[in-house]
């Protein structure tokens, strides 16, 4: 086999879908997702945002470290991208390898950094800036990347810690499994944790604390309305695999354990119904007796 016969599989490889994780009702189930692709977009004709993220060590092929912020405005389409890797450059690294005795080796350079290094913005589907210095982009982007990112993540969080509130109402479905662990292993138990919901407008949430430390690290939010950018997009408003960012960890991170212990407005809410100065006169209420012995006695403790 030729060396472009090579490259050229190890092309097809990288296109290959990558695996996720969503819901389909109450069923747990793993479906592809494709990265972000402004080329594919079904549609322009609203104002959208949508924004994925993956960190996970999933395949040599696929990047490991990345984050892909879309907005649509006014029928342009903004694609802003942190850790961005040329696939030329990584076909190259690949190469240079020439003995591939190393297949856990990282060819993928550029991680996620808050420095964003890549921009495409286009007008419909005319180009009018591509761009991949991060100098430039981090400069004249990098503002707007993180301001709408975590402006668009708290809504997204907001909106599912709404539908806790609720929860009596919604569709809300929690699994916790124990993490198997060597025998030898005596320190406790740890379980991994998902949450699937189902918001307003059929929106669908999942969240999952996978390793049991109690912070969230991916979190998705889909909608079936037809936008999407190909065959099997996967979660078109937020998709977040197995973050590492301690920033978006402060956004999404109480995900899981809002879910699962409810969250401090639950809490809040449930203490408002119930005060505490209310709970004596409950127990002499329910405990009414006409034995006047028992008020002479209550009153000796
Ligand atoms: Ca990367
Ligand atoms: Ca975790």
Redesign the pocket.
């Known amino acids: 086999m030729t060396k472009s016969t090579i490259k050229k599989i190890y092309k097809a490889l990288g296109l290959i879908f990558i695996t996720g994780l969503i819901f389909d009702g109450a069923v747990s189930q793993e479906v592809p997702f494709q990265f972000l692709n402004t080329e594919r977009l079904s549609r322009y004709s609203e104002n959208r945002v949508a924004y994925q993220h993956f960190e996970k060590e999933y395949s040599p092929f696929i990047d490991n470290s990345i984050s892909m912020l879309l907005i649509i405005k006014d029928s342009k389409v903004y694609l802003i991208i942190d850790g961005y890797d040329d696939p030329d450059v990584v076909d190259e690294l690949r190469f240079a390898d020439a003995e591939m005795t190393t297949l856990e080796a990282d060819f993928w350079p550029n991680k996620i950094s808050g420095s964003p290094n890549y921009i495409r913005m286009a007008e419909r589907r005319q180009e009018l800036i591509h761009s991949t210095s991060q100098e430039f982009v981090t400069k004249n982007y990098g503002d707007l990347f993180t301001t709408m990112r975590d402006a668009f993540l708290k809504k997204q969080v907001a909106m599912f810690k709404a539908l806790l509130i609720s929860r009596k109402e919604n569709n809300i479905l929690i699994e916790r499994t124990p993490i198997p662990r060597k025998i030898s292993d005596s320190s406790p138990v740890k379980y991994k944790i998902t949450v699937k919901a189902k918001g307003l407008e059929n929106v669908l949430y999942y969240a999952e604390?996978?390793?049991g430390?109690g912070?969230?690290?991916t979190f998705t939010a889909s909608i079936a309305d037809g936008f999407d950018w190909g065959y099997r997009t996967g979660p078109n408003i937020v998709n977040i695999q197995s973050n590492k960012q301690e920033n978006i960890a402060n956004i999404i991170g109480k995900i899981v354990s809002d879910a699962y212990n409810g969250s401090a407005e639950e809490q809040e809410i449930i203490r408002k119904s119930f005060p505490p100065e209310k709970v004596k006169d409950m127990i002499d209420d329910v405990y009414r007796s006409i034995d006047p012995n028992v008020k002479r006695l209550e009153g000796q403790n």
Do not use: H, L
Request: proline share 0%.
């Open positions: 604390d996978a390793d430390d912070i969230t690290e």
